[in-house]
């Protein structure tokens, strides 16, 4: 007997075009979810106009914050007390103060000095007389109300009258040959360092006044030595029109004849100085001719010349 097996009916989905059905392997739930998420997409705009839109008005961008460069901060530490840097210390001193503990320092290790003045700059003579006009502003400041030229003033200022001899004997040399050989250099600092010489008060007592004398006896040497090497160059011709003679002449005048050791050297170099002329020397030529020629008339010409023996 032929048993006929019953075949379970097709669904009515199943007749549809598989084609136009979704995957055998999506679930049910996936179709639905999709027709539904389809419906919502009906309300939105076309493609065009949502990838048209800013994405910077989304309200989801907005929501979220951008993510920032986090610091890392460093552990704050208790402030304390320190010593300033070299470089802010040396700011706070002034030049007296700088002067004064440079010197300290070249006492304690000499090395030190001794590098300073190979690398200092070479002092000019407007920077050495500046200094010197230093010492004589407190040499004048320090002289007392009324006299001037007692022992008791002298008293007063001997502290500060020294200060400046000092200084000036240490200072000329430094322009003096042969460290100094440009001879015009040397010529402008005696010429300014002898009028301050000469401004030195004169002391009612005669033994006060040692000090200008021997200050008059160096600036003096000075000025020879200066002269003669001068007369080194070109015949010292710079030394007559440079006007260096009358200079000379017109300190020496001053000085009451203490310079004359040095105006001698400036004679016999030049033949003339002070305030004789060219033409004046010419008119001594002159008179020399003159001389020779009434001795020659007379007969009595070389009577008082040597009388050579041996060959001419």
Known sequence: ??????????????FYDSRLSPSRGMPLSNTASTGRKRKADDDEPPGDDRMSASPSNSPSILSRSLPTHRQTKR?????????????????TLDAQSLREMLRTICEHHPSIGTEVI?????????????????????????FPFGSTTSDYAYNRVRQALTGLLEALNDFTPHFLPPNETQSTQSLNFLDVATDMIHRLPNW??????????NAYEEIGKAWALVIRE?????GGI????????QK??????????KLQEA???MSKILGWVGGQSPQSQHGNRAEDVNLIRHELLSGTYSANLPVHVGPW
């Open 238 to 245: 710079h030394l007559q029109y440079g006007g260096w003679d």
């Open 230 to 234: 001068a007369a080194k160059k070109a």
């Open 118 to 142: 190979r690398t200092a700059p070479r002092p000019s003579v407007q920077a050495a007389l500046d200094v010197l006009k230093n010492y004589e502003s407190t040499l004048q400041s320090s």
């Open 248 to 257: 000379l002449a017109k300190h020496d005048q001053t000085a009451n004849g």
């Open 1 to 14: 007997m032929n048993s006929v097996i019953s075949t379970p009916s097709p669904h009515p989905h199943q």
């Open 263 to 265: 105006l001698n050297e």
């Open 75 to 91: 552990p704050r530490s208790g402030i304390t007390g320190r010593p300033l840097a070299l470089p802010r210390l040396l700011e």
């Open 204 to 213: 009612d007592n005669f033994q006060n006044n040692l000090h200008k004398q």
